[in-house]
């Protein structure tokens, strides 16, 4: 059985489907009751290198910058990128300072997104990626000329360390 290659622009193409607009429409009507309208961000700019997939205007005037992750089957895992290019040593997702919000996270089967809020996911990955690099290692995702490594974190055991992340004590 041969390997499926990823590719960056199928895959981006895949993230900005139009046909899922309503989707997300509902989502974050949803999760922000005071949502004026949303902006989505399309193409490979500086905005998408930030991590910003959509803009959300609140009626208090705040912005929120949103980064919208899909996957195309359902799972009991959150993906978390860490290596973008093993050839470029490229950082994922998960070890750059991106200028967002919230991650939300959709499966897009049954219609379900969590949404991180990004400094606590943040500071949870710093805390424990060594350990989980070794404990939920997968597979690199193979694409062509390079592999993207990723982490598969159980959607409960990550949901609960965020939340405990949202307590501080000193």
């Given at each position: 059985?041969?390997?499926?290659?990823?590719?960056?622009?199928?895959?981006?193409?895949?993230?900005?489907?139009?046909?899922?607009?309503?989707?997300?429409?509902?989502?974050?009507?949803?999760?922000?009751?005071?949502?004026?309208?949303?902006?989505?961000?399309?193409?490979?700019?500086q905005g998408?290198?930030?991590?910003?997939?959509?803009l959300i205007?609140?009626?208090?005037?705040?912005?929120?910058?949103?980064?919208?992750?899909?996957?195309?089957?359902?799972?009991?895992?959150?993906?978390?990128?860490?290596?973008?290019?093993?050839?470029?040593?490229?950082?994922?997702?998960?070890?750059?300072?991106?200028?967002?919000?919230?991650?939300?996270?959709?499966?897009?089967?049954?219609?379900?997104?969590?949404?991180?809020?990004?400094?606590?996911?943040?500071?949870?990955?710093?805390?424990?990626?060594?350990?989980?690099?070794?404990?939920?290692?997968?597979?690199?995702?193979?694409?062509?000329?390079?592999?993207?490594?990723?982490?598969?974190?159980?959607?409960?055991?990550?949901?609960?360390?965020?939340?405990?992340?949202?307590?501080?004590?000193?």
């Amino acid at each position: 059985m041969a390997t499926k290659l990823n590719n960056f622009h199928e895959d981006l193409k895949f993230s900005e489907n139009a046909s899922e607009e309503n989707f997300w429409q509902a989502i974050y009507t949803k999760a922000f009751p005071d949502m004026l309208y949303n902006i989505q961000c399309k193409g490979n700019n500086q905005g998408q290198r930030l991590g910003i997939d959509r803009l959300i205007y609140l009626k208090s005037g705040k912005t929120l910058y949103i980064d919208e992750k899909k996957r195309r089957g359902t799972y009991n895992d959150i993906l978390l990128e860490y290596l973008s290019n093993d050839t470029t040593g490229a950082p994922g997702w998960m070890e750059k300072d991106l200028l967002i919000d919230y991650l939300a996270y959709a499966f897009m089967p049954t219609q379900v997104c969590y949404l991180f809020p990004w400094q606590l996911l943040r500071r949870v990955w710093l805390k424990f990626k060594n350990e989980w690099k070794i404990n939920f290692k997968i597979p690199p995702a193979k694409n062509k000329g390079y592999n993207t490594h990723n982490v598969a974190i159980p959607t409960k055991l990550l949901r609960d360390k965020v939340y405990s992340a949202a307590v501080i004590q000193l």
